[in-house]
């Protein structure tokens, strides 16, 4: 591969990739893995890094101001990259006994410290029994908090790294596991950012695409995105992928949370007055929706409400949400909201109000410390 001409063709003019360009970056990043070898793996690194910015990806403004300004388009860049990744990854996908599996993850970047409300959103709606999730995720190192869902799921006694039989038992039997981004045996590429060198890059973006379920089972999917791009564009990525039967999405949330206004943002669904970019993926075609605080029945609540308070971790701040010690009902309304959009991924019609409706009626009736350590007993 010529990465003098990818940098300087491509890189240093801030132009996107097109879709094979992008697809070889791709490939020779697995093979550089695959071989050791040190100088590809190092060029990889940096083109990664280099192309990973708001003027590759055509992204400015804030808030509802935000605009996905047409030239220059990336999403053959990102569909190009994942594509070659998730090829890779043929012989390796985990096939459940599930006909849908739902994930919701998010790309870090987040400017505020809150709980692990993926993460803990995730395991609301599957002790629901509504539906089936196999979350996915890696430790730390793109946000504020340094705390990433592989960190907190470890510290409920989960381990990330179980066996594909203890996976998809923990599948059928509690309707929740978890893939670790860095389980070399379904994936390589996320030694790059979190062995080699702890940088944000286009792994941030290729992770929550590249789940190691089946695609065809990998069907409904919520993304929160970072700093760096519209959610529009995702949809985008998925159209092309889609298309070239790389991908099997049927529907898709994408979406970036904001603060008290548009400066401050979140990879999950905020119920700050900053409100949400939303991009709703359906069959194929995709269009913007408007979700706020008031879209579930619910009142903004401010930034300095949902942030872990002085004195605890990111990982203990929630789990005293799991374990319903914590008293801050603003940080507990945001995990349940983004359990309702749980809810309201897999059964549009079901309301948001409704599905919060259920996901608050699920949270203060269950045991989820309970049903966490059932998942722990199974993913040994």
Do not use: W
Not at 160 to 177: K, P, V, W, Y
Not at 210 to 237: M, R
């Amino acid at each position: 591969m010529d990465f003098n001409k990818i940098s300087k063709q491509y890189l240093k003019q801030n132009i996107p990739l097109p879709y094979d360009l992008a697809f070889n970056l791709g490939k020779e990043a697995l093979r550089a893995l695959t071989d050791e070898d040190p100088q590809s793996i190092a060029a990889c690194i940096a083109l990664l890094v280099g192309l990973h910015t708001k003027a590759t990806y055509g992204y400015s403004g804030g808030g509802s101001h935000h605009s996905y300004d047409t030239p220059p388009d990336a999403s053959e860049q990102i569909a190009g990259v994942c594509a070659a990744i998730m090829e890779g990854m043929n012989d390796s996908f985990i096939t459940t006994n599930q006909q849908i599996v739902v994930d919701n993850c998010g790309m870090g970047g987040d400017y505020l410290r809150t709980a692990n409300v993926s993460t803990l959103s995730a395991l609301i709606a599957a002790s629901s029994g509504r539906v089936k999730v196999c979350k996915h995720g890696s430790p730390g190192n793109a946000d504020a908090g340094r705390q990433g869902s592989s960190d907190f799921i470890n510290e409920l006694g989960i381990n990330t790294f179980t066996s594909t039989e203890n996976l998809n038992r923990s599948i059928d039997n509690c309707g929740f596991a978890y893939t670790e981004a860095l389980d070399t045996r379904y994936k390589l590429i996320h030694q790059l950012s979190h062995t080699f060198v702890p940088l944000s890059h286009m792994n941030d973006i290729i992770g929550p695409i590249t789940n190691p379920i089946v695609p065809h089972q990998h069907t409904h999917k919520i993304i929160g995105v970072n700093d760096l791009i519209h959610p529009s564009l995702l949809a985008k990525a998925y159209s092309i992928l889609n298309k070239k039967s790389v991908t099997h999405l049927t529907r898709g949330i994408f979406l970036r949370g904001y603060g008290d206004d548009s400066n401050t943002g979140m990879d999950e669904l905020s119920l700050c007055a900053g409100g949400n970019d939303v991009t709703i993926f359906e069959n194929g075609e995709f269009y913007p929706v408007h979700i706020d605080a008031f879209s579930f029945g619910l009142q903004p609540t401010l930034c300095s409400s949902i942030t872990v308070p002085e004195g605890l971790t990111k990982g203990s701040f929630s789990t005293s949400i799991l374990d319903k010690s914590s008293n801050n009902s603003d940080a507990i309304n945001m995990v349940l909201a983004n359990s309702a959009l749980v809810f309201h991924l897999v059964d549009p019609q079901c309301g948001l109000k409704e599905a919060f409706r259920i996901a608050e009626c699920q949270y203060y009736s269950h045991d989820l410390v309970s049903f966490a350590g059932q998942i722990a007993n199974i993913m040994r």
